[in-house]
């Protein structure tokens, strides 16, 4: 059952040919087989997940009208807070705490009825491009567990890879759900910015962070998407509109028609060879679907990652300032006489990571008297021009394209004391952040040099996420059956089969 896609899953249940129960003990049977292997979980919630999973066959059986997803089983990433459920974001500051109350997207889960077994890792407060900065260890590719399953969220892309569960959160920031979902060969969707609650995500750039489905199919993340998506009053950024109609489209995926816009500026230098030979056959696939490709220029997009890497800091070293020892979380240096001060400095000093700290001090210091408008006010400025750079192109295209990544999953260590080098993983997915767009990313098949996962970035204007999916679907269905079985089908025995 474990290898069905979420829908398949959902139908069966529909059929009465399986329930919940054995849905949710199969993936927590497989849990327990893989995961000392590929550490995608910090804590799973087997007896929570097996009384959600029984309330939903009770349901069931007592003939309610139930949610398209009810009974299926969900990892959610750490970042993301459920009552009475130990939530760290990954970081030492947090151990142990477990949260009051449910986050906004905790909640449309558990009225959609879908069962969260429990929580993934992640970059400590959803900092890195590798899953390697966790406090609790890193996560491993189940395609390659020598290799890193991207970042922030590596855990809940591990875990889909893996077969540990059919869906996931995650969280994207600067491409925390799109990178990890092209090294480990599954999808991810960033939605339009405001179009899923952040009430209860914990806080890293609040501009900038989103929650997002992620899943092994197209139609998969649609489902999840439409599950947790919607207006929030608690949210003040979120957007009071409609949501769009993604599962119609990945039920559709017609492109006759379409312009897709292939950004220039995405797809040169610093690219690996096999990253650009399986987009180049994506888009004649796409093409071949009756799509029109058509070249676009964003110019700005240059001066993207750098302007993330003043912005985001600056309000993480806003964010961060909350976990001060004298509230929750961790406590270190209580002793007779010890002042609060003290007690602070070293509490953050032992609780918080290395990337966190360096991303604090430079935050800091791009927020303070004499450099903000020479660092943040001037990346503020290099965002709008990128933000323009999309409008402009959106007026020749309905999506854009790109490689979700310049590489493949790297080696875990290999980058980890050069943080240039890690951040320029970021380099192709930044850009949707700053803009507030929605982004997904699909498997556009293996890269022929290390037989690794590729990923296909598709991009679409704020609240037409719809298109992402018409196109995604199309790609996929194409993938399909030139490859005659899912990608996933292809990784490694030890945990891809």
Request: glycine fraction near 10%; aromatic fraction near 6%.
């Amino acid at each position: 059952m474990i290898h069905l896609t979420a829908a398949q899953m959902a139908s069966k249940l529909i059929a009465g040919e399986t329930t919940s129960v054995e849905l949710t003990q199969a993936h927590l049977d497989r849990i327990a087989a893989v995961d000392s292997d590929v550490h995608a979980f910090l804590f799973v919630d087997s007896d929570g997940a097996l009384a959600q999973a029984a309330a939903v066959d009770a349901l069931r059986a007592a003939g309610e009208k139930l949610a398209p997803l009810a009974g299926v089983p969900l990892a959610l990433k750490d970042v993301m807070v459920q009552k009475g459920i130990p939530t760290t974001a990954g970081s030492k500051i947090l151990e142990g705490w477990r949260p009051p109350y449910d986050s906004t997207v905790v909640t449309n889960l558990k009225n959609n009825g879908v069962v969260i077994l429990g929580k993934t890792n992640m970059d400590e407060f959803a900092m890195g491009s590798s899953t390697e900065n966790s406090a609790y260890g890193p996560t491993h590719n189940p395609w390659d567990l020598t290799r890193i399953p991207g970042g922030s969220g590596g855990g809940s892309s591990a875990a889909l890879a893996a077969f540990e569960a059919p869906l996931a959160i995650g969280t994207d920031t600067g491409g925390s759900i799109r990178q990890p979902a092209a090294v480990t060969g599954t999808v991810g969707v960033k939605p339009t910015y405001g179009g899923v609650s952040r009430f209860g995500l914990i806080a890293f750039s609040s501009s900038l962070d989103q929650a997002g489905p992620c899943a092994r199919t197209v139609l998969d993340a649609a489902l999840l998407h439409e599950a947790i998506a919607g207006h929030d009053p608690k949210d003040s950024t979120s957007i009071n509109a409609p949501v769009p109609q993604v599962v119609a489209a990945a039920k559709s995926g017609d492109v006759k028609g379409m312009k897709i816009g292939v950004v220039k500026e995405l797809n040169g230098d610093g690219y690996q060879s096999g990253v650009r030979l399986r987009f180049e056959e994506s888009l004649e696939l796409l093409a071949a679907a009756g799509a029109e490709i058509v070249e676009v220029s964003a110019p700005n997009f240059e001066y993207a990652l750098a302007a993330y890497y003043l912005i985001a800091p600056s309000e993480c070293s806003s964010n961060l300032a909350r976990f001060d020892a004298m509230r929750y979380g961790l406590r270190v240096g209580e002793v007779d006489g010890a002042s609060a001060e003290s007690v602070m400095n070293l509490t953050r000093e032992v609780g918080f990571g290395r990337e966190v700290k360096r991303r604090i001090i430079l935050g800091t210091y791009a927020l303070s008297s004499g450099y903000y408008d020479a660092y943040y006010g001037s990346a503020q400025k290099v965002r709008t021009l990128i933000t323009q750079d999309f409008n402009k192109a959106f007026q020749k295209c309905d999506v854009m394209v790109s490689p979700t990544c310049p590489t493949t999953a790297f080696k875990i260590g290999e980058k980890s004391n050069d943080p240039i080098a890690m951040y320029l993983n970021d380099i192709a997915t930044i850009p949707v952040n700053m803009a507030g767009i929605g982004g997904m990313s699909l498997p556009a098949g293996l890269a022929p040099e290390d037989g690794l996962p590729v990923g296909f970035q598709i991009m679409a204007p704020a609240m037409q996420d719809q298109r992402m999916y018409l196109v995604g679907a199309a790609l996929e269905a194409a993938l399909l059956s030139q490859w005659g079985a899912p990608l996933l089908s292809q990784a490694p025995e030890l945990v891809g089969k």
